[in-house]
């Protein structure tokens, strides 16, 4: 492993930084581990950021769908790894942001076809070219996770406030302590406030109170999701959807900007309480 | 020299001690020893043997010889004392008890005296200390207690022989008493375990939303394992 770089990235497109690569992963599948990590990709190039995301689920890849990218997949991950191609050439370009690159993993191999060494040398061939590599873990604890590991300087949890993923994300956290890969830090997506309100639904304090770890960002449930995964424009291009505003926010904080929680808030003091809890309103 | 000078034997309710001199040639004690049991075999006939090795250095080759000297005799050697550290630890590799003569300059020595029992009630109480908080999927077992500086979440395991210290919340599986010892604890500022095991009992949390977090003590009592308040057991 090279040497790592968790300060933070500098002002957009500035040249002397180096990539921080930000591991997207949750233990439990269908959290919301792509649609965060598309949505981030599409936040910070909407920032000015340099981007590649990277799909590392070899076998069940999604990540090109989500992004709108999957009738440009010429190469793969799995060809770079086995020097059918170039890095370069298996680096699809997004159709809308020129710095915003997607690396699509193989649909027709498996997890052992990359091992995480593989991860770590493609990542640094790409730091000094980018601001932020952000990879798309596979759902479980097995090859694919340690390969999405293996590069990270940053760990990002996704979960949904519901007892089973906090409980497989509380593992997830477990495994990147023993990995010295922390500390994580934690998205809860798809908060229904709603149904916190009425006690039906875990508060981002009790998750917090099980997994004790920093919150960077709270997505609240968004029907718009659904429709702009199916078509490939992910929510953080879109300036009116709450989900987007989240991943956004979330981006936002990650590059060291203090963006409220409270500016989620949509209904009723919801989230200037969840504020309160985080101290200061603000993830930092 | 004489035979009692080089070795002592002295009954000590059903034990016998047997003091071997410091100073005399190794091969010349152990002879005379063999000698003497061979001449009264019925007077070492089922006794619980000490053999006392004062400051004498001895390396786990001639203890292990020793033994073997004995064994052959039909007599098993139930603790060995010695102020010597190499004999101390000779003892400890061949998985014998042993204990300081002078406990107090055996102790003086700080890396000595952590591989010592220092009183009887010590002996062989081993632990295990943990200062984190075990997640879902941790196990940590221990033939000793466990102490845990941290909380154990739901999806974590511990299983002790002995007792269980939770210095936090305490939300996962516990088994304290795992061989079976009924008097084993659990102990935790909160308690809120998912199941709850001592010796061959078992429980859950009540599903009481409304609790407030105490430190609370778990033990068999009248056949089921009660929980109560710290403040009780003062």
Redesign the interface.
């Known amino acids: 492993m090279g040497a790592s770089n968790t300060a933070q990235s500098g002002t957009p497109g500035n040249n002397k930084r180096r990539a921080r690569v930000l591991t997207v992963t949750s233990g439990k599948g269908g959290v919301g581990k792509t649609t965060t990590t598309a949505n981030l990709g599409v936040a910070f190039a909407r920032l000015g950021y340099r981007v590649v995301v990277m799909d590392a689920d070899i076998g069940l890849r999604n990540l090109d769908v989500v992004m709108g990218l999957e009738n440009r997949i010429v190469y793969d991950l799995v060809d770079v790894v086995e020097g059918r191609c170039k890095l370069r050439q298996a680096m699809i370009k997004h159709k809308q942001f020129p710095d915003l690159y997607l690396i699509p993993a193989a649909q027709t191999r498996d997890k052992t076809a990359v091992s995480p060494s593989n991860m770590v040398e493609i990542t640094q061939k790409l730091r000094d070219e980018f601001d932020f590599i952000v990879i798309d873990s596979p759902a479980g604890i097995e090859r694919g996770f340690r390969n999405a590991l293996a590069p990270a300087d940053e760990v990002l949890i996704v979960t949904n406030p519901e007892v089973s993923a906090v409980r497989d994300a509380d593992r997830i956290v477990g495994l990147i302590e023993a990995a010295n890969r922390g500390p994580a830090q934690l998205i809860l997506n798809r908060v229904k406030m709603d149904m916190i309100r009425r006690g039906e639904m875990l508060s981002p304090k009790d998750v917090t109170d099980i997994l004790a770890i920093q919150i960077i960002g709270i997505v609240p449930d968004d029907e718009s999701v659904v429709p702009s995964s199916n078509s490939g424009i992910p929510v953080a291009m879109n300036d009116k959807s709450k989900a987007g505003i989240a991943f956004t926010n979330i981006a936002r904080r990650l590059t060291g900007e203090k963006v409220p929680f409270s500016v989620l808030e949509n209904s009723g003091g919801f989230f200037s309480r969840i504020a309160s809890i985080f101290g200061g309103g603000n993830a930092n | 020299m004489n035979d009692d000078d080089m070795v002592a034997i002295k009954g000590i309710g059903e034990g016998l001690t047997i003091s071997l001199s410091p100073t005399e040639e190794w091969l010349h004690i152990t002879e005379t020893l063999a000698r003497r049991i061979d001449q009264q075999s019925a007077f070492f006939n089922g006794a619980k043997l000490t053999i006392n090795l004062g400051e004498r250095p001895v390396p786990k080759y001639e203890l292990s010889g020793l033994r073997a000297l004995l064994e052959r005799r039909g007599l098993v050697i139930d603790l060995v004392i010695s102020d010597s550290r190499t004999t101390i630890e000779a003892a400890q590799a061949l998985d014998l008890r042993a204990e300081p003569l002078h406990p107090e300059t055996v102790l003086a020595d700080p890396e000595f005296a952590e591989t010592m029992p220092i009183s009887p009630e010590e002996a062989g109480t081993t632990g295990v200390l943990m200062r984190?908080?075990?997640?879902?999927?941790?196990t940590i077992r221990s033939d000793g207690h466990v102490i845990i500086m941290g909380?154990v979440?739901?999806?974590a395991e511990i299983i002790a022989a002995g007792d269980v210290f939770i210095w936090g919340r305490m939300?996962g599986n516990v088994h304290a008493g795992a061989y079976g010892d009924e008097t084993a604890v659990v102990c935790a500022l909160d308690m809120i375990p998912t199941q709850l095991r001592i010796a061959g009992y078992i429980t859950t949390s009540p599903a009481d939303k409304r609790r407030k977090p105490r430190p609370e003590v778990a033990m068999i009592r009248d056949g089921q394992i009660v929980v109560e308040a710290w403040d009780n057991n003062r």
């Open positions: 984190r908080t075990l997640r879902s999927g941790r909380d979440n739901p999806g939300r």
